[in-house]
């Protein structure tokens, strides 16, 4: 990442102006679990400052200011809760990310700014993730360990254990944390991470997360699975694992917190699949219409707040215009900003040329 500054590590401002005071501090249940009123709402600003930025880039590849279309809205619970409870920082002592195209809520409970996402998705030179060069959603943050993230679906299932294998030989509590949709599943790369993450005696600390949410581009999950839960799979390895209601905040944020702390302790694998919502298809190329009949993360858990005390209504409608507002800043800022020039498109992209290399005169067998 030559051009990009390095990220502030310094506390972020999460929630804009509006909401900065909690009406409760009580704790908020879904009936087995509870989170402290606090929490809930640094989770909620979070949650709702992605939905906006998501929103907003669907806009931009509607209105021409922006170009492909890929994300999360509708898992914006789970990712928020994985990017508050990891541990950030870069090398082995500290979690590695390896995502996948729709984890924007996991960036910004990092503490990416909105504008370094809706640079890559307006393709502006000053994008400090590819510099133009790629879709919006695909990260890569040295600083954070955050692997850059692939359009080829399922490889990051393949790396994640070699970053492993360095955090389990160098020691301390880092965990290598891999995510995934339900149809990514199939390829050999997930049985990949599972062999490799369960040799005996040579196990290794890797979260495998597999966001379900139902499809794979327009293939229903249900006529592709034998299995009941994608979870189960984990058995047959002795890998441990859940299946999670991923639009409960509460439950995801449990279940990841269960998942990481074994991962940790044990320095083994844990695998969890949550069932998420998928509120605007699969991307532009299917329309980003939002869909209807799917549950809403993020409605739910506002009125789980307002219903609990922890914010009352005006405070929510302040934090959503808020966020509103930022986003469009962001893309006020981004729409002046440079474009990559077309003479430095092989800068990053291709190897030197093997001609420079010198082999051996018997290389491979080959006539040189
Ligand atoms: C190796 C590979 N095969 C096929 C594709 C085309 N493709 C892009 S997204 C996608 C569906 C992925 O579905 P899933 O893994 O469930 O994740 P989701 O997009 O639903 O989050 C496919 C098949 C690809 N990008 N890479």
């Not at 990051?156 to 070699?162: V, Y």
């Amino acid at each position: 990442m030559p051009d990009a500054l390095p990220y502030d590590d310094s506390d972020e401002e999460l929630g804009g102006q509006g909401g900065s005071v909690v009406l409760a501090r009580r704790a908020v249940h879904n009936g087995i679990d509870s989170l402290p009123g606090e929490r809930c709402l640094e989770i909620f600003r979070l949650m709702v400052r992605t939905r906006a930025l998501e929103e907003r880039t669907i806009k931009m590849s509607k209105s021409g200011e922006g170009f492909f279309w890929v994300g999360g809205p509708g898992e914006e619970a789970f990712n928020v809760c994985l990017g508050l409870q990891a541990h950030k920082g870069r090398g082995p002592a500290f979690d590695y990310f390896h995502l996948h195209y729709r984890s924007a809520g996991t960036l910004l409970a990092l503490g990416m700014p909105m504008i370094d996402h809706v640079r890559q998705m307006a393709m502006t030179a000053t994008d400090r993730h590819s510099m133009g060069r790629n879709f919006v959603g695909h990260y890569a943050v040295p600083e954070w360990n955050v692997m850059p993230v692939s359009s080829v679906i399922e490889i990051q299932f393949t790396m994640a254990p070699g970053t492993a294998m360095v955090q389990k030989r160098f020691g301390g509590e880092g965990v290598s944390i891999v995510v995934g949709g339900d149809a990514g599943s199939a390829e050999g790369d997930f049985t990949s991470c599972m062999v490799w993450s369960t040799r005996p005696g040579q196990e290794l600390p890797v979260l495998m997360l597999v966001t379900n949410n139902g499809y794979g581009i327009s293939t229903p999950a249900r006529t592709q699975h034998g299995e009941l839960r994608i979870a189960d799979r984990g058995e047959a390895f002795g890998i441990p694992g859940e299946t999670i209601d991923g639009n409960d905040v509460i439950a995801t944020w449990h279940a990841l917190d269960r998942g990481l702390d074994y991962c940790r302790r044990l320095r083994r694998p844990y695998l969890i699949e949550a069932r998420v919502s998928r509120l605007h298809g699969h991307s532009s190329s299917s329309g980003a219409a939002r869909v209807s009949g799917e549950a809403d993360c993020l409605k739910l858990f506002e009125e789980q707040l307002v219903a609990s005390g922890v914010i009352h209504r005006e405070l929510a409608e302040m934090i959503h215009h808020d966020a509103h507002e930022e986003a469009d800043q962001a893309v006020e800022q981004a729409k002046n900003e440079a474009r990559p020039d077309p003479a430095d498109v092989e800068r990053f992209t291709f190897a030197p040329s093997p001609v420079d290399v010198v082999y051996p005169k018997d290389y491979m067998g080959l006539p040189r």
